[in-house]
């Protein structure tokens, strides 16, 4: 078995410069790290390039021998721990990382789903990463961003999606305002968030429309407002200005994927809210269309 234990490898320079976008668009490939999702690309039938192993793996078996056969099948590199070290995104590294070929190759847009959700300049790595591992969970198989969204291919994004990232594809949009335009001809609805309206996500349908949820600080660009179909806003039980978007993202996607056309009955914790948010101690009444 050889071993590099050379930083000047070809191989090692180019999985160090994978950790910059510039290279990652260049080669069209990005790396996932760890035990975990190493074995989702596996599973998902990731298109694997390498698959780098610390020469330690063996002699410590810290890897699982089942996941090892199953390495095996793939184009293996062995490096030193030192080395594995340096070209690590982690503190603690598990000694096993892959390079993947991207998986947006495939800019088609599938308009057979009831929802499409899009991105406008989502800026933070961790938001963005948590916002596709969200998507997936519910069954929403794509997801548009715009050209000024973190890169989804980011080391920090890939770690927080949790092997979402081999399920969802990621439609990157030149021009996002045109797209979305393009995709009304197909009897899809905007939708967008704002304070400018006094409809919440407890009023409207879901069914075929875009889901726009826009810039940390900023909020959907005008722009997008202005072609907008639907306004809503999300209602908060209690004023916290230190609540992060992202929570109030995430529950109003687990709120319109399992409402809209899926049979699946409201949670009870979006029933509790909406009857604090309201005022009420009446029973509530949940109707197939999506409203209360």
Known sequence: MQVISSKDNELIKHIRKLKEK???????????????????????????????LCDDCEKTESIPKD??????KHNCIYVTSKLFKYISEVQE??????????????KTIDYTQDIIVALDDVQDP????????????VGVNQILVSKGTADSYNPKVVRSTMGAIFRVK???CEDLKKTLKEIKKHKFKIVVSSLQTENTIYDINYYKK???????????????QE?????IKIPMIRKNRKLKCISSNRNYFVWICETEGTGLK????????????????KDINWHENGTF
């Open 227 to 231: 072609i907008a179909d639907e306004k």
């Open 210 to 224: 875009v889901i726009i949820i826009g810039n940390e600080a900023n909020g959907v660009e005008q722009q997008i």
């Open 170 to 172: 990621i439609i990157e």
């Open 93 to 106: 590294p598990q000694g096993v990382l892959a390079v993947i070929e991207k998986n947006n190759g495939d």
């Open 22 to 52: 510039k290279e990652r668009d260049a080669s069209n490939e990005y790396l996932v790290e760890g035990i975990k999702i190493v074995k989702e690309a596996i599973q998902e039938n990731a298109k694997i390039k390498q698959i780098i």
């Open 266 to 281: 409201c949670p009870m914790n979006f029933v509790e809210s909406y009857k604090i948010i309201n005022n009420t101690k």
């Open 67 to 72: 996941l090892m056969y199953e390495i095996a």
């Open 126 to 137: 961790g938001n963005l990463g948590t916002i596709l591992r969200t998507v997936d969970s």
